[in-house]
């Protein structure tokens, strides 16, 4: 039997495609981690309704988890550094790989298929981009206060209502997670493809987990701006 080979198609070799799978297992592995914290962030965040102390002291707590095994502030030290760790893993992973199939398909065929996944995979990687810009603003906000309307030396509630009382400001955080809901509703659905736990029967039951869990969760964010911004909470 004879293999014949279309015109610029290349054979992968079996290194490279355990390199690839690893690269999309550490995309998964991690943005399921991700996925995890921005639940238990978001909950946090929900604290604001229950008022000013709650909240206040939701955000001592964090602070002084360990406290007086260890210093204060040193778990959460050990946490932001894991994040940190898995933020960069992650967006190595998926550079990585982009540029492996870029290397892999130089001149590229145009189908619906590759138009649907090149842009798919464009928005991913864009998404991905904005939202870590948006992190270090969130950061630089909210967590530490320096490019707050309050400052640095006010407290946690008090940055929150001054930051989302301003409709620019707002408008920024809005923008920024409804990208971060289209880049997690596409990433959910490429990890269960990763992870094998997806198949053509699965597909549409997946994408529709993926669809809600992301409307769901970037609601639950959503949903603290906009009561700031509209009085219900101050």
Do not use: C
């Amino acid at each position: 039997m004879v293999t014949v080979t279309q015109p610029g198609q290349r054979r992968t070799p079996k290194a490279a495609k355990t390199n690839s799978v690893a690269k999309k297992a550490v995309v998964a592995v991690t943005g399921i981690i991700m996925v995890l914290y921005l639940i238990a962030h978001m909950i946090g965040n929900l604290k604001v309704f229950a008022g000013r102390e709650s909240f206040n002291g939701y955000s001592e707590w964090i602070r002084t988890i360990g406290e007086p095994v260890v210093p204060a502030q040193t778990t959460l030290t050990i946490i932001r550094i894991a994040l940190l760790t898995v933020v960069i893993a992650h967006g190595w992973a998926v550079v990585s790989l982009w540029r492996q199939a870029k290397r892999a398909r130089p001149q590229g065929y145009v189908t619906k298929k590759a138009v649907a996944q090149s842009y798919a995979s464009r928005t991913m990687r864009w998404g991905g981009v904005i939202v870590g810009l948006f992190i270090v603003y969130h950061i630089l906000d909210l967590t530490m206060g320096v490019v707050n309307p309050e400052g640095p030396s006010t407290t946690p509630y008090d940055r929150l209502i001054a930051g989302f009382s301003n409709p620019f400001i707002t408008a920024v955080y809005v923008v920024a997670l409804v990208l971060l809901g289209m880049h997690l509703r596409h990433g959910i659905w490429s990890a269960t493809q990763t992870l094998g736990q997806s198949n053509k029967r699965r597909e549409k039951t997946v994408n529709l987990f993926a669809l809600v869990f992301s409307v769901v969760l970037i609601g639950g964010y959503l949903v603290v701006p906009f009561s700031v911004l509209f009085g219900l909470v101050g």
